[in-house]
């Protein structure tokens, strides 16, 4: 007789088991559909985001491709020049785009050059300039310098070249 309180005894812890298994895996269900909501969530707002900067990246692409730089010349040789001395040359550019040109950087390869160029905005079909100045005291020999421009246009490079006696 003892057996019948033993099994319903163990019964009742089975069934007290398995209700406390079923109401951990119902929580552990709950909890993982609330983490792929947000991960759902999340991933939407990145889309959006990427969508966002892709709407922004193709309006300034529109832009750059309204603007045009297009230099009289692009290269300048200042032939032979003793060293220590200082030379400049002005390198003339047409707006040939259908929006106002602007310069936003003019980036020389070295400190030896420096740059002064038209900051306010070129309208479509006028002229602006940049100058160049480059001092020879540490060189010696054939040079080739670089000045990259930049701005709403497609970044371009000028260059110009000297000898140094």
Known sequence: ??????????????????KKIFI?????????????QKESTSQNQLNEENQ?????????LKIIDESEIQFD????????????ETVSHVFHFTNKGKRPLVISEVRPSCGCTTPKYTKEPVAPGKKGSITVTFD???FE??????ITVSGNFHTKVIKFQAKIN
């Open 1 to 18: 007789m003892q057996e019948i309180p033993i099994k319903c005894n163990i019964e009742k812890i089975m069934k007290l088991n398995n």
């Open 24 to 36: 951990l895996l119902t929580a552990i269900l709950t909890l993982g559909s609330c983490t792929k």
């Open 52 to 60: 966002e900067l892709r709407s922004k990246n193709d309006k300034t």
């Open 73 to 84: 010349e692009d290269s300048y040789d200042f032939k032979e020049i003793k060293k220590g």
């Open 136 to 138: 020879s005291s540490n």
């Open 141 to 146: 020999g054939t040079v080739l310098k670089s």
